[in-house]
């Protein structure tokens, strides 16, 4: 897939917000500071698309970005984040939510998980709720250049068996690396197979 063209569009804190388009959304979720704005920027093929952040939990609004003129990613708020040392708090925004649960252009959701962790509860949690709406979803695991490729195999393999504990057939996964670009094509095929549903 070529990419002539990337533009953000619009911001939005509510569904009845959000842009009135007839294009084809495809969204970016996962827990803050797991790499959304920069996989953006990877799909994109432009630095400065998505901005970046060091700072867990910088991203407050839904934010549109038009892709070719003919369909989008959304960047959604991150869930839960590090606050104090240790502490973590669980934010699952109630108009993400609802943005997920009831947008008629959502055609896919992709789920970020950081390929460097142990299953996180938090993240399981978010599956299981997504899995009560009707969206369809892919699991993309961030960061794998930060690490072997033995290491990311085996935290992959470790997500699988804790996804197999509620669910049989999983989902599709795709490992990326917004500093090596390994991944795009995988989720360039999922956008593609999406557009010609």
């Known amino acids: 897939m070529k990419i002539n063209s990337a533009e953000f569009k619009a911001s939005a804190t509510e569904l009845r917000a959000c842009p009135a388009w007839p294009w084809p959304e495809f969204a970016l979720i996962g ?3 797991v790499g959304k704005s920069s996989l953006i920027n990877v799909i994109a093929g432009r630095r400065d698309l998505a901005r970046v952040s060091a700072t867990p939990g910088k991203t ?4 549109f970005y038009l892709i070719n003129g003919r369909w989008s990613l959304v960047d959604l708020p991150g ?22 649960a009831n947008r008629p252009n959502l055609r896919r959701a992709f ?4 390929s460097r962790l142990e299953p996180q509860a938090i993240d399981l949690d978010f599956l299981r709720w997504l899995e009560g709406t009707d969206v369809d979803y892919a699991i993309v695991f961030t960061k794998a250049d930060k690490q072997s490729v033995s290491q ?14 509620w669910r049989a057939e999983l989902p599709p996964m795709i ?5 090596t670009g390994i991944g795009r094509g ?3 095929a ?3 197979a999406a557009l010609d549903e």
Not at 111 to 114: A, H, P, Y
């Open 31 to 33: 827990r803050s500071n």
């Open 60 to 63: 407050r609004l839904m934010n």
């Open 79 to 100: 869930y839960g984040y590090a606050k104090v040392g240790q502490q973590q708090r669980v934010d699952f925004n109630e108009a993400v939510a609802d943005y997920l």
């Open 111 to 114: 789920v970020l998980i950081d």
């Open 152 to 165: 990311t195999r085996e935290r992959i393999a470790g997500f699988r068996r804790a996804m197999n504990a």
């Open 175 to 179: 490992t990326t690396s917004a500093k």
């Open 186 to 188: 995988e989720v360039f």
């Open 190 to 192: 999922e956008i593609g």
